[in-house]
């Protein structure tokens, strides 16, 4: 069995080859190629965190793998990670245990990587001003990953303490070429951006109409079972996509209450999610109509995500002949 490590996943997987591979991916998981059942979770409710268990198999990649990642809110985010992870892939033809590896930088940049995919899909093609709402791991992600898919010139920073704003500000300079500046908070962050990037762990929205420009692209991967990111307006008035409707609207542990919130609450029905990200990418389902309509991708993480980002880095592993082969017999 193949065993690679953190560091070694992180070079292996290539940001604009995942973009890439996840359209297809996303494709296969609305037309129904892709077996991915609902995450489910053991509670530590001593620490607000979970365990949850997240299998799949995506029969065009060759993917069968399943994915174990915790959710340890009151970790540091940069020493120790919020979100950790490992990943086993075993081989579609037999069940064998086939790798084991890091699954915390998998992670990241697999759901940076659909973001940029969902901006793809529906940011306007002259977005150029980017708002990063949050510090952690999956700031620097979609930061990363969005400016892969649109001519970004300026990132604003904001979060909720405004040192790790900074720091992070100052560290995408040294690999941005545009502007980039932390703000004073999420209002301003948001004032006139064309893409908004949440990536936080709120109780309160951190997204909020009145703080919107017309025809931003939102995209919204945080996720907390006592709040939500985005708010009832905002919600109500965008074209909301997702990646899996059974997974957006299923119950704790695998959906959102960004989603669930305004349905309870009568404000909206579940055919107020108008596609799947997988229905944009085959066409089935139109996308952006004018340039002032906002668009919002509410993220809970699939994964044929995850597998779609396995395949990849397995395959460039043995090819380049990196990792280690151990024996479990």
Not at 5 to 10: A, D, K, L, M
Not at 27 to 51: H, I, N, Q, T
Not at 66 to 84: A, C, E, M, W
Not at 250 to 261: E, H, I, M, Q, T
Request: negative net charge; charged residues 20%.
């Amino acid at each position: 069995m193949l065993v690679l490590g953190r560091s070694q996943v992180e070079a292996l997987l290539d940001m604009d080859a995942l973009i890439d591979a996840l359209a297809p991916a996303m494709a296969d998981l609305s037309a129904g190629r892709a077996s991915v059942p609902d995450r489910v979770a053991a509670l530590v409710p001593e620490r607000e965190g979970f365990l949850a268990a997240m299998p799949g198999h995506l029969p065009s990649a060759g993917a069968l793998i399943t994915k174990l990642v915790s959710l340890f809110p009151h970790n540091d985010g940069v020493r120790l990670p919020t979100h950790q992870a490992l990943i086993v892939a075993f081989d579609p033809d037999t069940g064998r245990p086939a790798a084991l590896l890091d699954g915390t930088a998998i992670t990241a940049a697999r759901t940076a990587a659909c973001s940029a995919l969902s901006a793809r899909l529906l940011a306007r093609e002259d977005a150029t001003v980017l708002a990063v709402l949050g510090t952690g791991v999956q700031a620097r992600s979609h930061a990363r990953a969005i400016c892969r898919v649109r001519p970004i010139r300026q990132i604003r920073v904001a979060g909720r303490d405004a040192a790790k704003a900074a720091a992070l500000a100052e560290e995408l300079s040294a690999r941005f070429e545009g502007e980039v500046r932390a703000v004073s908070g999420y209002a301003e962050a948001l004032d006139g951006a064309d893409i908004a990037a949440a990536t936080t762990h709120a109780v309160e929205p951190v997204i909020r109409r009145s703080w919107l420009t017309p025809g931003v692209h939102i995209t919204s991967v945080g996720y907390n079972p006592a709040g939500r990111e985005v708010d009832d307006a905002t919600v109500t008035q965008a074209l909301v996509c997702v990646e899996s409707r059974q997974a957006a609207l299923a119950p704790f542990p695998a959906g959102s209450n960004d989603l669930l919130v305004p349905i309870r609450d009568g404000l909206i029905t579940a055919e107020h999610v108008h596609a799947e990200l997988g229905e944009l990418v085959a066409g089935s389902r139109p996308g952006r109509t004018s340039p002032d309509q906002i668009t919002l991708y509410k993220s809970v993480g699939v994964a044929a995500q995850d597998a779609a980002a396995t395949a990849l880095v397995v395959a460039s592993a043995r090819e380049q002949s990196i990792g280690e082969e151990i024996t479990l017999q």
